[in-house]
């Protein structure tokens, strides 16, 4: 698949998995807040393939911002969403000592979800991505300066 495609699709996917935290967290459900860090990791993924880096399998949103060169004028709002790392797993598994990981308040899953869409927004606007139409590429995808 095409480096315009993969960024625009996983932009696409990242916009998914930020409207359903808002569905789920409207339901109050714990879910919201993991859905709201694969919304964040799929946009983080998708600047990085613009750079030509590859993030591997993990979920440590923090190491990949760090691959980011710091000319990338989004590596500051990326910076800002990192800490929704510890979502990413916490809330699919129990705690070694057989605990549920506490939810975010609703005060704080709204601000991070404002976060991850204002990051998620500039970078489809960045790469000339419309969200809403399916299949088709980013019309800017060079490395963001």
């Not at 480096?3 to 789920?24: F, H, W, Y």
């Not at 946009?43 to 990949?64: K, N, P, V, Y």
């Not at 500039?122 to 019309?139: C, G, Q, S």
């Amino acid at each position: 698949m095409s480096t315009p495609m993969v960024i625009s699709n996983l932009l696409r996917i990242a916009k998914a998995d930020l409207d359903g935290s808002s569905l789920l967290a409207a339901a109050n459900n714990r879910n919201a807040a993991y859905l709201c860090e694969q919304a964040a990791e799929k946009a983080i993924r998708a600047i990085l393939t613009s750079e030509g880096r590859h993030a591997g399998l993990g979920h440590d949103l923090a190491a990949m911002v760090d691959q980011l060169p710091d000319e990338n004028p989004m590596k500051a709002a990326l910076r800002a969403i990192a800490p929704l790392s510890r979502y990413a797993t916490s809330y699919r598994y129990l705690s070694s000592g057989g605990k549920i990981a506490k939810s975010p308040s609703p005060a704080e899953l709204a601000a991070m979800t404002e976060r991850v869409r204002a990051a998620l927004d500039e970078a489809a606007r960045r790469f000339d991505v419309d969200l809403a139409k399916a299949e088709t590429p980013a019309r800017q995808p060079n490395p963001l300066r």
